[in-house]
C-alpha cells in the first residue's frame, strides 16, 4: 500500500499523579485557615465592641413564663425595683403590669436536683402506663 505512512498512536496525555495525601492536606490546610480567619474576626468584634454585651444573671431574672398562644407567652421578669409583667410576641413586648419586688425571705428556693433515677422515671413513664 503506501511506502511512507507512519503508523499513528494515539497521544497519551501525562495527567500528573495527584496523592490523596497531598490533597487532605490541602484542604485541611486551607479549611483550618478558614476557622482561624473566622475565630479572629470574633475577637476583634468583641474588642472594638460589635459583639453585645452579657447581660449578668442578678441583672434580669424570668421567673415565671405561661404560654397562651402558638407564638404569645406571658413572661414574669425579675429586676432589681421591680418585677414586671410582660406580653411577649413573635414582633413585640408589651409591659402589662409591674408587681412590687419580692423580699429576700419571699423568694422559693430553687428545687433541689433529681438524681438520675427520679429524672429518668419521670422521662419513661407514659400517660395511663402503671409500672
Known amino acids: 500500500m503506501l511506502k511512507n505512512a507512519q503508523t499513528v498512536q494515539p ?5 500528573p499523579v495527584v ?15 478558614i476557622v482561624l480567619l ?20 442578678q441583672a434580669l431574672k424570668v421567673s415565671a413564663s405561661v404560654q397562651v398562644g402558638q407564638r404569645e407567652r406571658v413572661v414574669i421578669v425579675d429586676t432589681q425595683d421591680a418585677r414586671l409583667v ?6 413585640q413586648v ?6 412590687p419586688p419580692l423580699a429576700p425571705e419571699d ?4 428545687p433541689a436536683p433529681q ?12 400517660p395511663g402506663k402503671t409500672q
Not at 492536606?25 to 486551607?30: A, I, L, R
Open 115 to 126: 438524681d438520675f433515677r427520679q429524672l429518668l422515671n419521670t422521662l419513661v413513664k407514659r
Open 86 to 91: 410582660l406580653g411577649v410576641t413573635a414582633q
Open 107 to 110: 423568694a422559693a428556693a430553687p
Open 11 to 15: 497521544a497519551s496525555h501525562s495527567q
Open 38 to 57: 473566622i475565630l479572629a474576626c470574633g475577637w476583634l468584634a468583641r474588642r472594638l465592641g460589635f459583639a453585645p454585651k452579657a447581660v449578668s444573671g
Open 19 to 33: 496523592s490523596a495525601g497531598s490533597v487532605i492536606g490541602q484542604v485541611s490546610s486551607v479549611l483550618a485557615v
Open 94 to 99: 408589651t409591659h402589662l403590669h409591674t408587681l
